[in-house]
């Protein structure tokens, strides 16, 4: 069955930076475009970036320049490495992949705050 297990969230000082990773099973892993989302307190589950395929990748215009989704195939695991974090980018964040029906992990939480 696919699990999706993401982890490296914690407190961050404003300006930090942190590295969430998601480790996928389950599934091939090389086939699939992977998601990271983010839902604050009250707010949506927003698409925060993407990685279609090893060279293609999307990011909302929030994170873009500050964040960047990479994948390792070779170990089935999603990155979102994060600079500059904000306490706007507070959230728990979430790993996704589509097959068949979509999939999520249980969420790590990013906290920015001085």
């Known amino acids: 069955q696919v699990q999706l297990v993401e982890s490296g969230g914690g407190l961050v000082q404003p300006g930090g930076s942190l590295r969430l990773s998601c480790e996928a099973s389950?599934?091939?892993?090389?086939?699939?475009?992977m998601y990271w989302y983010r839902q604050a307190p009250g707010k949506q589950r927003d698409l925060v970036a993407s990685s279609i395929s090893s060279s293609s990748t999307y990011y909302a215009n929030s994170v873009k320049g500050r964040f960047t989704v990479s994948r390792d195939n070779a170990k089935n695991t999603l990155y979102l490495q994060m600079n500059s974090l904000k306490p706007e980018d507070t959230a728990v964040y979430y790993c996704?992949?589509?097959?068949?029906?979509?999939?999520w992990g249980q969420g790590t939480q990013v906290t920015v705050s001085s």
């Open positions: 389950g599934f091939t892993f090389s086939s699939y475009p």
């Open positions: 996704y992949v589509f097959r068949g029906i979509g999939y």
